[in-house]
T-cell receptor
């Protein structure tokens, strides 16, 4: 069974603070893919990153970074120097090799206070 | 940048009525999906579609739902007899291959059943 857990329901930070969004996943597949999507107040889902299970390299893209650790089944997302425009709901998702559907976590609502 | 387009952005319908939600996937993509998000909850998979047939569907996707690719560009979701609990945001998505790829989501159609 595939499952994604985002234990943090809501987070508030003051602008310029760093914030880490946690994601823990469960899967029995040996090959799987992890994703982060951003859902701003306008409602659309914006793709941020994809990682496959064979690639544990951490990734940095501007103020965003991702820490993938298979040993703890985690794929955490850090925003450095947060900005008001980062306010959104962030979803972690998983797809395995037994089907191409995405399993989403319940999302973390991030509010960045100016 | 290519994007997935959904129409309408918001639809209000009476219980028992049929609705058709429309999507134009990214033009060179071959895999198409519908997901839904009940207000404040996580995004849930409904169905995936490839080569003019359903490849996977969830338990949510019962006989009241159907999908169709009526021409080379549109992908539709039909709900035959809407229920109050069908009220949700419906997302269409597409991808260029089955595995190891992100899905690109449309901006969603908010369906309100009254």
């Amino acid at each position: 069974a595939q499952k994604v857990t985002q234990a943090q329901t809501e987070i508030s930070v003051v602008e310029k603070e760093d914030v880490t969004l946690d994601c823990v996943y469960e899967t029995r597949d040996t090959t799987y893919y992890l994703f982060w999507y951003k859902q701003p107040p306008s409602g659309e889902l914006v793709f941020l990153i994809r990682r496959n299970s064979f690639d544990e390299q951490n990734e940095i893209s501007g103020r965003y970074s991702w820490n993938f650790q298979k040993s703890t089944s985690s794929f955490n997302f850090t925003i450095t120097a947060s900005q008001v425009v980062d306010s959104a709901v962030y979803f972690c998702a998983l797809s395995g090799n037994a089907g191409n559907q995405f399993y989403f976590g319940t999302g973390t609502s991030l509010t960045v206070i100016p | 940048e290519p994007e997935v387009t959904q129409t309408p952005s918001h639809q209000v319908t009476q219980m028992g009525q049929e609705v058709i939600l429309r999507c134009v996937p990214i033009s060179n993509h071959l895999y198409f999906y519908w997901y839904r998000q009940i207000l404040g909850q996580k995004v849930e998979f409904l169905v995936s579609f490839y080569n003019n047939e359903i490849s996977e569907k969830s338990e949510i996707f019962d006989d009241q739902f159907s999908v169709e690719r009526p021409d080379g560009s549109n992908f539709t979701l039909k709900i035959r007899s809407t229920k109050l609990e069908d009220s949700a945001m419906y997302f269409c998505a597409s991808s260029d291959r089955e595995w190891d790829t992100e899905a690109f989501f449309g901006q969603g159609t908010r369906l309100t059943v009254v």
